[in-house]
């Protein structure tokens, strides 16, 4: 039974049993894991704090070849998200990044882009009030890449016509269940049930988040309807691959 010490972001816990916890959680060097916490909901538990959602952590654990899940050792805290706490929308912010990182993760499959991704949307949350926009629109859309979901934003999925096109732009729309966006000629030709409009501001600002790290977008004012639709178009490409809805984005976009 070797045992290793990873660095790890914690997803989510679950009681097992009257005083232990499975742990999911996804590590640097070994991708999302899962694991037996034995007596973490005791007082003095050799886990203290460290296993709160989004705690950035040493693991120390047991892997062994035939089980799937491996058994937790201790874990000590690099730094704990207890400062978000007291905002409300910045905890339901990690929330939602832990519920899409459980959802999207394959298991044990090392992403250290996706776990840089985590640390700078956390580090990000916490640098300003209003934060919570840029941080959530900003990985979910790197989660989307990273997964390699992302479809062209500037083309129509339909008829490949260019949406940005200079001389004759297009508006752009998106559905649930449709992987793309498509231009309203198609939209209108295929009627299209329900869809959304992507627009075109929001799809500029894609483009800027895909070539930049999140503390030098250009924008500095934010607020919840900033890029609205750029969020709902990627969450909903997230639930459609995953095939479930989201439990967080309805308390996130108050959308209840
Ligand atoms: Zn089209």
């Known amino acids: 039974m070797p045992a290793r010490v990873s660095e790890a972001l914690v997803l989510r816990t679950y009681p097992l049993k009257e005083a232990d916890l499975v742990v999911s959680f996804f590590t640097r060097d070994q991708g999302k894991l899962r694991g037996v916490a034995k007596r973490a909901r005791r007082p003095k538990s050799p886990f203290g704090a460290g296993l709160e959602r989004l705690s950035h952590v040493r693991m120390a654990y047991f892997q062994r070849e035939t089980r799937e899940l491996v058994n937790l050792d201790s874990c000590e805290l690099i730094h704990s998200q207890f400062g978000l706490v007291s905002d409300y929308r910045a905890g339901v912010a990690l929330d939602y990044f832990a519920e899409v990182g459980e959802q999207l993760l394959p298991a044990a499959e090392p992403s250290e882009k996706f776990f840089r991704l985590l640390l700078a949307v956390l580090e990000h949350l916490k640098s300003a ?10 990985f979910s859309l790197w ?10 934003l500037n083309v129509c999925l339909s008829c490949g016509s260019l949406l ?3 001389e004759s732009p ?11 966006l498509i231009c309203g000629h198609c939209r209108s030709a295929l009627g299209a049930g329900n ?29 919840q309807s900033t890029a609205a639709d750029l969020r709902r178009f990627l969450v909903q490409q997230i639930e459609g691959h995953v095939e479930r809805r989201l439990i967080t984005v309805p308390l996130l976009e108050d959308h209840v």
């Open 129 to 138: 009030a209003q934060a919570v926009w840029p941080a959530v629109t900003y």
């Open 143 to 152: 989660a989307v890449r990273l997964s390699g979901w992302l479809p062209e």
């Open 164 to 166: 940005d096109d200079a």
């Open 170 to 180: 297009e508006r752009a729309f998106f559905s649930r269940g449709r992987a793309g």
């Open 195 to 223: 869809s959304w409009e992507l627009s075109a501001e929001s799809r500029s600002l894609a483009l800027e988040m895909l070539s930049k790290p999140i503390g030098k977008l250009s924008r500095s004012h934010w607020d």
